[in-house]
């Protein structure tokens, strides 16, 4: 892994025309003067304003890893740096293919695309028109960039890239697979690169990533970009994640490993991960409610789990809810129930008792309801259930960010 830095070029920011400065933004090393802590770029007079977080760093990397927290303006720097490598290569009559993968395709539709800090919003006059048909951007000077899913590897086969943009790869549902699909692609041109822009999560795609030789990184917090969000968020997210693990990785973009005191590892869940869950007999909603609907970091578990032909549990979806009321966490156990046709719920009661059961009777009387109390701590409870994930007893249809990182935070001693 390269430290990003600055650049030891000699090039002058502030001496440069503005072909040159687009193109440095587009992806040649920084200059060594740009003004801190805003970079303003110009190019075809249009004026950009960048961290120098948000610029391609100095040096010959093939990946730059930008790795921040949540509203670090990560979004805006893949978009900017797509837009400007599209346009400089124009002006030198070359149509760039660029990849954008994103875990689903609403998400690269709706965020990287048409997001507040989407391609589209920051092109300003310069704008690609976008064809939903055939999933793809085309600038007016040929350039093209086609949209993919983590949910389908073999999307990647065939295309090839001059440029890609990965967004939140930690979160990505067959993040190796896509990842090596999107390197056999990534064949373009003189000098092929790669931006992954994502919040940290200690998954191995993205720790072998971080130590690769070829990789640069850089890094930001929430903080870092506090003039551009709501008045007052950044103040409520450190008053209630100040300190704790979630706060280092979803504010302050730090890329927490996991504990050595936890029941599982994510190297041991990536392990027992498969790509289709195949048949699947009995299916059954589980409902863990929190002790108070208005408690701090309140959380109802909901997590839909099966059984396939080989005897093994099978986790479907996690549909866990933070902070929602009663009536929010019943009318989605309700709906995923039918969204997998369950055979039943399955609802603990030591906190709610037979409130749980009106709750779900209430919004559809019809769904069988099956309620259990538990007579022991929850370490003792999931010891047995780690041990099943050791003895390959129970897979992961699938990758679920949320719960994975609870599992892994999961230890007998009170999270930090």
């Known amino acids: 892994m390269k430290s990003a830095g600055r650049s030891t070029s000699g090039r002058s920011w502030r001496t440069a025309g503005r072909d040159e400065r687009l193109a440095l933004i587009a992806g040649a090393e920084a200059p060594s003067d740009l003004p801190m802590p805003c970079m303003h770029a110009v190019g075809e007079g249009r004026v950009v304003s960048l961290r120098a977080d948000q610029l391609p760093p100095a040096g010959d990397w093939r990946t730059w890893v930008l790795m921040g927290g ?63 048909t055939r999933r793809r951007l085309v600038w007016q000077s040929g350039a093209v960039a086609q949209v993919f899913s983590s949910e389908d590897p073999e999307s990647l086969r065939g295309p090839q890239f001059d440029l890609a943009w990965c967004d939140e790869l930690a979160k990505w549902r067959h993040a190796q697979e896509v990842w090596d699909m999107l390197q056999f692609a990534l064949r373009l041109g003189s000098r092929p690169r790669q931006l992954v822009t994502t919040t940290p999560r200690p998954v191995p795609l993205l720790t072998a990533l971080l130590d690769a030789p070829d990789t640069a990184v850089t890094r930001a917090s929430t903080r870092d970009n506090a003039v551009n969000l709501a008045p007052g968020f950044l103040a409520a ?65 909901l997590v839909v789990a099966g059984r396939d032909d080989d ?92 719960l994975e990182d609870q599992m892994c935070e999961f230890s007998r001693n009170p999270q930090s």
Request: aromatic share 4%; proline share 4%.
């Open 70 to 132: 949540r509203g670090a303006g990560k979004t805006r720097a893949g978009a900017e740096w797509v837009h400007a490598a599209a346009r400089a290569a124009g002006r030198e009559g070359k149509a760039l293919r660029i990849a954008l993968v994103a875990e689903t395709l609403g998400d690269a539709r709706e965020v990287m695309i048409d997001g507040i800090s989407g391609i589209r919003r920051i092109a300003e006059d310069d704008r690609p028109s976008y064809e939903p």
């Open 237 to 301: 997210m450190e008053a209630r994640y100040g300190g704790t693990r979630l706060g280092r990785q979803e504010l302050a973009g730090e890329l927490i490993a996991d504990r050595e005191d936890a029941l599982w590892r994510r190297g041991d869940l990536e392990a027992v991960r498969v790509r289709r869950a195949g048949a699947v007999g009995r299916v059954v909603v589980a409902i863990d409610p929190p002790a108070s609907a208005g408690a701090k970091n309140s959380c109802c578990g």
């Open 311 to 402: 005897g093994r549990a099978v986790v479907l979806a996690d549909g866990s809810l933070e902070g929602a009321s009663p009536a929010a966490w019943g009318r989605e156990a309700i709906a995923l129930y039918r969204r997998f046709e369950a055979d039943r719920i399955v609802a603990e009661v030591n906190q709610g008792g037979d409130m749980v059961r009106a709750i779900l009777r209430g919004i559809d009387a019809g769904v069988p309801v099956t309620t259990v109390r538990a007579s022991r701590g929850k370490w003792l409870r999931a010891e047995p259930v780690a041990a099943l994930y050791e003895e390959g007893r129970v897979v992961h249809a699938g990758t679920f960010p949320a």
